[in-house]
């Protein structure tokens, strides 16, 4: 008699309730339009990850904090070796003995406020002034040919140099002062904005026009845009080169009437022989330039890079 046993029947198990239900398509079944939109959206998509307080300690902050503790230990240790005299290398105490003074005095804000105020002044007027200009070189031909060399041999040229000739044609005053920022801020903006306007795509063009954006519509809602990263490195650019000639200014220029800011603090304490004073200037000077850019100009080239894609959505 023949045996009646059987193989087992293997037996699928159901899937949970909250497992998700997989479909997998045929292998020859066309891809649908609808799918492949929702793919790309995928593919576009930036997941946003909010970083870890530690993490962005760790990353960020420390490095930094690092770099700044390793360089006044070396300065304090070439103090403490007598490398130089010590009116030529003041110990690190002595310059925040220096800056102890400036607060006990009540004048280190006064001091920082009035070359804040007039960079960023001056900073925003070479904006007003650099972008049309910009515009016009990079769209009209015959202005590029006329003035684009002008633009780059005016971005060459150090701003230390037209602080004779504006205090000739000004006067001593803070007039003097916008002009010198001006002439250094205004070329690097231009040429920021003429060459990010350079590697704008022509289809973006031909497709705003196609749109109706023409003239000054195209220029706000297609071109500038489409140009911003190259434009918001001249403004970067254009701001180092604000806070550079205000310095050189403010350091040739003696006036009553500009009041004291860092550029004059610096020299002045030059002139009384006091190397803490000078070193305390430089350390301020620097400080406020990086914080500019560490606060306004790196935040917005964040944004910029985040929103074409090139840059990790991380907050």
Partial sequence: MASTDTAPVPVREAPAEDAPLRIRPAKDAPVSTEDLGA????LDSVVVQRTPLAQTL??????PALAVVLVIGLWQ????LELTDTYKLPSPAMVWQSLADLWTQGTLFSIIWTSIWRGVSGFLA???IGTPIGLLVARVKPVRAAIGPILSGLQS???VAWVPAAVIWLGINDSAMYAVILLGAVPSIANGLVSGVDQVPPL????GRTMGATGLAGARHVLLPAALPGYLAG???GWAFSWRSLMAAELIASSPDLGLGLGRYLENS???SDMSGVLLGIILILFVGIAIDLLIFSPLERRVLRSRGLLVANR
């Fill in 39 to 42: 793919g790309l959206d995928a």
């Fill in 157 to 159: 040229l150090p701003s």
């Fill in 204 to 207: 973006f063009l031909r497709a």
């Fill in 77 to 80: 240790l070439a103090f403490s």
């Fill in 235 to 237: 403004l970067k650019q």
């Fill in 58 to 63: 760790r990353e960020k902050v420390l490095p």
């Fill in 270 to 272: 030059r002139e009384a």
């Fill in 126 to 128: 070479a904006v007003v």
